[in-house]
């Protein structure tokens, strides 16, 4: 894929500069609006608005919304009134809101001078809710029927009105007062006889959310039902809007990249690696480096509180990498497993007994396993005596045993109390499970040597 997107970017280049704009606009037209926004991506940005202008009007809006924030925020710098009326006119409502959401003050005031006034009102009614809502990633434009419909009525509604409409495979039905009480599939319309009536042909208790909802909620729906869009509804379950599997799928994407950069001990950023400075880099990482740092201070004073014991048994000190990476080692499995679990939804609070109990029996095979290995391991290759072997053998099942459990318990505790459980990431919990494992090496390795 790589390959094949060099290959046309120089083609691109190419036909550029010999400014064959037929050719290249031929070859553009054929490519999908994804595909040419990464494309523009890579090109040079001062043949950017060019290039814009070369694709079809639908076209050229679709390959808008692909693309990244600071390459709409150049091009709209660039475009005369007329040309971003004609940009607008072609968005969706919730990405026209997305759009506004993201560009500066000053350019929000050009888009919302240049949009028509419902799209305008709608935009800022969007804009109203909270930032992680079901609200917020909402559009309001669908199909909807009346229960008293019939399917000659309802597919000739839909040929009239669905051009406009993100989505018409899912047509949601509502009474007098808009609110919900049904919905019907575009196959179900048409594989049923034209007299038939809505009202008798839809399904009635579907699923909904509310505006209020939060939106990593509602992404999972999507991936539990397997939905193409999802209804949103007010207080008085009043239909206001839908949220499609597109934005799903965004707002997904978005939750696990932040997850994982907690879990790696870097504060989130939504900006792509490579339009990201090394100065911002080194602002998201500091913070959690310096105190990953100080508290990685602990690990050095339990070893100068032992300090006696290592004089005595100098050969104690190779092994404290190993029972610390271990240790750290166990305790990533299970935070990172359970922080999945929570995000997914199949975890709550109330599920910690029966996930500290699993860890347990987890815990014990993990150690007794490792702990049979290392010590075969120390007589026979290390050649040490068989207390020492059985003080860090010892160690390493305690080790073993509690990393597990304080890589689970962390994470549901934490988000309990309400902080993202992906706070309690495997260098956090590495750092403590490094304090506990020195801990009990050295209490179990004075009581065994008498030290």
């Known amino acids: 894929m790589r390959a094949s997107n060099d290959l046309l970017l120089t083609t691109l280049e190419t036909l550029l500069c010999e400014k064959k704009y037929g050719v290249l606009r031929e070859l553009l037209i054929i490519q999908n609006p994804a595909d040419i926004a990464a494309l523009f991506e890579e090109a040079p940005a001062h043949s950017l608005p060019l290039l814009f202008r070369l694709l079809p009007k639908a076209l050229a809006a679709e390959t808008f919304v692909e693309m990244e924030p600071d390459l709409q ?50 935009i800022n009614q969007i804009l109203q809710y909270p930032e992680d809502s079901a609200g917020s990633i909402m559009t309001i434009e669908y199909v909807r029927l009346r229960p008293h419909m019939t ?33 019907i599939s575009a196959k179900t319309l048409l594989l049923s006889d034209d007299d038939a009536l809505v009202e008798d042909l839809m399904e009635t208790n579907p699923i909904f959310v509310h505006t209020t909802e939060d939106k990593e909620r509602v992404a999972q729906l999507f991936d539990k039902y397997d ?25 997904l994407q978005e939750a696990y990249t932040e997850d994982i950069e907690r879990m790696a001990a870097i504060v989130p950023s939504d900006r792509p690696y490579l339009k990201t400075s090394a100065f911002e880099l080194y602002k998201a990482r500091i913070p959690w480096l310096m105190i990953l740092m100080v508290s990685a201070t602990f690990t050095g004073m339990i070893i100068t509180s032992f300090e006696s014991a290592l004089a005595a048994q100098v050969v104690l000190t190779a092994f404290i990498p190993m029972l610390m990476d271990t240790g750290g ?78 890589g689970c318990a962390l994470p549901i505790l934490s988000e309990r109390a309400g902080f993202d459980p992906a706070v309690m990431s495997s260098p956090f919990i590495t750092t403590i499970v490094d304090a506990i494992s020195l801990t009990i090496y050295f209490s179990i390795a004075t009581f065994l040597l008498h030290l």
């Open 329 to 406: 080692n166990c305790g990533s499995q299970s935070s990172t497993t359970v922080i999945r679990g929570l995000s997914l939804g199949e975890l709550a609070f109330s599920d910690l007994p029966r996930v500290l109990g699993k860890e347990f029996r987890v815990s014990l095979l993990c150690g007794l396993t490792l702990s049979a290995v290392n010590f075969l391991k120390l007589l026979f290759f290390d050649r040490v005596g068989i207390t020492i072997a059985a003080v860090v053998s010892l160690t390493l099942i305690c080790t073993v045993f509690c990393a597990k459990l304080v």
């Open 227 to 251: 939905f193409l869009s999802l209804p949103v509804v007010d207080e008085e379950q009043r239909l206001v809007g839908i949220v499609t599997v597109d934005d799903a799928i965004d707002v």
């Open 151 to 183: 399917v000659e009525e309802s597919i000739l509604h839909i040929r009239r009105t669905g051009v406009d409409k993100e989505t018409i495979y899912t047509c949601y039905v509502t009474d007098n007062n808009r609110k919900l009480i049904g919905i």
């Open 73 to 122: 925020e150049l091009l709209i710098r660039g475009f005369s009134d007329t040309e971003l009326k004609a940009v607008l006119d072609e968005l969706y409502l919730d990405d026209a809101a997305a759009l506004v959401d993201e560009m500066p003050a000053i350019l929000v005031k050009r888009i919302l001078r240049n949009a028509d006034p419902h799209t305008r009102k709608m």
